[in-house]
């Protein structure tokens, strides 16, 4: 938004998302900027999980609706994730770790429309994380070779070339593949 529209339209599209946030919030809720882009809302919802989405799915498309530039329409795609007190948090600390964690999993995982904290969430961003920072010292312990995979032409069997795959054997972390690195 910053780099089509300017630095303005930018902090003004923030301010719009407040307003949309607090709009869609009720007398007992609280919104927040956590930072940059990031929002916070901590309202009651229902205590079941199919309809605490569908209110989250609500807030989405409030967020979504089009930002009027004055010449055209700026569109902004929205990320929700949900952590609620169902899930044993306690605190506003536990809420705010819960939904980081539940973000970072839908920006590495995107399809979903609602991302809700679980533990499965919790144990990805985990495993995500010691990856990043081992990936550093792995780099330093020369902890990655190359397989060399033959290339064969199917019409006559003949070897045409091949292919040099990275490969990582972490020692604290076991094999680790390149989908996750």
Do not use: C
Request: aromatic share 8%; net charge negative; charged share 25%.
């Amino acid at each position: 938004v910053n780099g089509t529209f300017g630095m303005d339209f930018g902090a003004g599209i923030l301010g719009d998302m407040i307003d949309r946030l607090q709009r869609f919030a009720t007398d007992r809720s609280a919104v927040a900027r956590l930072e940059g882009d990031t929002f916070a809302l901590l309202m009651d919802v229902p205590q079941d999980e199919l309809a605490a989405k569908e209110l989250a799915l609500d807030l989405k498309h409030i967020l979504e609706e089009p930002y009027p530039t004055g010449k055209t329409k700026a569109f902004i795609r929205s990320t929700i994730v949900m952590a609620t007190s169902w899930q044993g948090h306690d605190s506003a600390e536990d809420y705010v770790r819960a939904g980081e964690l539940a973000l970072a999993f839908a920006h590495e995982n995107p399809g979903s429309a609602v991302t809700v904290y679980a533990e499965q969430v919790v144990a990805k961003v985990e495993r995500m994380l010691k990856i990043e920072r081992a990936l550093w010292a792995a780099l330093e312990n020369d902890e990655f070779h190359l397989v060399y995979q033959p290339q064969v032409r199917l019409s006559d069997e003949r070897v045409i070339g091949a292919e040099a795959l990275v490969r990582w054997h972490s020692e604290p972390l076991g094999p680790v593949y390149p989908d996750e690195f």
